[in-house]
C-alpha cells in the first residue's frame, strides 16, 4: 500500500482523509499544514502520493507548493479543494495533478482516485 503525506490546513479534514486512506491499509507520513512545510516533507519522506488543499496557511497556496514538489521529485500530487471556480480550476488543470476531490471528500471518491494514480503512475515508471 501508499505512504500518503496530507497537505491540509484545516484539521478536521486532514483527521477524515487519514481515517478514509486507513480504512485501504494506506499509511499517512504526516499532516502538514502549510507549503513549505509539504515541501520539506515531500523531500525527506519520498511518499508516494501527496494530497494537497489548494489553500494553504504560509506564502505558498497548494498549487505553488505542488509545482514545485513536481518540479523536484516527481510524487504525484492530488488536489483536494472546496474552491471550484474557474480560475483556481485552470491552474490547477494546468499542474497536471494525478486528481482533483471536492470537499467534502466522499470515502469511495478518495480511495478510487488513489488506487486509479497509483495505477497509473506507478505502472509507467515501471515501463
Known amino acids: 500500500m501508499a505512504k500518503i503525506l496530507i497537505t ?8 477524515e482523509l487519514k481515517l478514509i486512506l486507513h480504512k485501504d ?4 507520513v504526516g ?14 519522506l519520498k511518499p508516494d502520493l501527496i494530497f494537497i ?3 494553504l496557511k504560509g506564502k505558498l497556496d497548494g498549487l505553488q507548493t505542488a509545482q514545485i514538489i513536481l518540479k523536484n521529485s516527481k510524487i504525484p500530487v492530488i488536489f483536494c479543494s472546496a474552491y471550484k471556480d474557474d480560475v483556481t480550476l485552470a491552474r490547477a488543470t494546468k499542474i497536471s495533478p494525478h486528481g482533483i476531490l471536492d470537499k467534502p471528500v466522499e470515502d469511495e471518491d478518495v480511495l478510487n482516485t488513489v488506487q486509479n494514480m497509483l495505477n497509473s503512475f506507478y ?5
Open 31 to 44: 499532516n502538514v499544514d502549510s507549503g513549505e512545510e509539504a515541501i520539506e516533507k515531500a523531500e525527506a
Open 123 to 127: 505502472a509507467k515508471k515501471i515501463c
Open 25 to 28: 491499509q494506506h499509511t499517512t
Open 8 to 15: 491540509e490546513d484545516e484539521r478536521l479534514i486532514a483527521e
Open 53 to 55: 488543499d489548494i489553500q
